[in-house]
């Protein structure tokens, strides 16, 4: 079984240009979980998606950021325009349902110059 | 602002030696998790306990639930050099939906 895909693995911007990140879940997951972790700490959630609607993103900065995911499956965070603070890690991971275990791909590693 | 914190924040030990890690949390739970993440990539599960469970162990993991003081502790016997990582309790909050990380414990493992 493939785990959960994304990519690209680092990602190095100046500030206030456009950058996305894509997921793929694993297969049949309908729970999908974009996490923001900065260095030394643990994931925070930003947004969860139960099938393709968002039914989480109260800790999504909306000014500028935003998600996707059509068709349920496929996902992708996108950010604009990219501030220095939003230099981090950022996580997508994937659960079968709600409330069990979550499957975490390797991360996007942005740096923001 | 995370729901769990880690004690202590990093831990030393030599191979064949037990690391235990502590976890604290604020809020009644339904049930916590442990993960753990090697450097640069993604965070594995290890491990979930339930709220009416007190132990569980898989393998070389013993992890512990005391639910009236809302701490947990994860302890790896005879840890080896691949043990070596960050280890992080998750707890999901009682009606709430969403796991909660908490800031982790970095554990080196020397061979």
């Known amino acids: 079984e493939a785990g959960v895909v994304q990519s690209p693995r680092y990602k190095i911007i100046e500030k206030k240009q456009p950058v996305a990140f894509w997921c793929n879940p694993i297969?049949?997951?309908?729970?999908l979980y974009w996490y923001l972790q900065n260095l030394g700490q643990g994931p925070e959630l930003l947004i969860r998606y139960e099938n393709e609607e968002a039914v989480d993103d109260s800790q999504l900065p909306k000014d500028r950021f935003s998600a996707e995911r059509l068709k349920g499956v496929d996902s992708t965070l996108k950010i604009q325009p990219a501030e220095l603070g939003d230099s981090a890690v950022y996580l997508c991971?994937?659960?079968?349902?709600?409330?069990?275990?979550?499957?975490f791909g390797a991360g996007t590693r942005l740096s923001v110059l | 602002s995370q729901q769990g914190e880690e004690d202590p924040q990093a831990l030393s030990i030599q191979e064949g030696e037990n690391a235990t890690m502590n976890c604290s949390y604020k809020t009644s739970i339904n049930n916590l998790q442990w993960y753990r993440q090697n450097s640069g990539r993604g965070l594995v599960h290890l491990i979930l306990i339930r709220s009416n469970e007190r132990e569980k162990h898989s393998g070389r993991l013993r992890v512990t639930l005391d639910t009236s003081k809302k701490s947990s502790s994860l302890l790896i016997t005879a840890s080896r050099a691949a043990d070596t990582a960050s280890y992080f309790c998750?707890?999901?909050?009682?009606?709430?939906?969403?796991?909660?990380f908490g800031t982790g414990t970095r554990l080196t493992v020397i061979p």
């Open positions: 998750a707890t999901d909050g009682a009606g709430a939906n969403n796991l909660f």
């Open positions: 297969s049949g997951h309908n729970t």
């Open positions: 991971a994937s659960s079968s349902r709600l409330g069990s275990i979550q499957y």
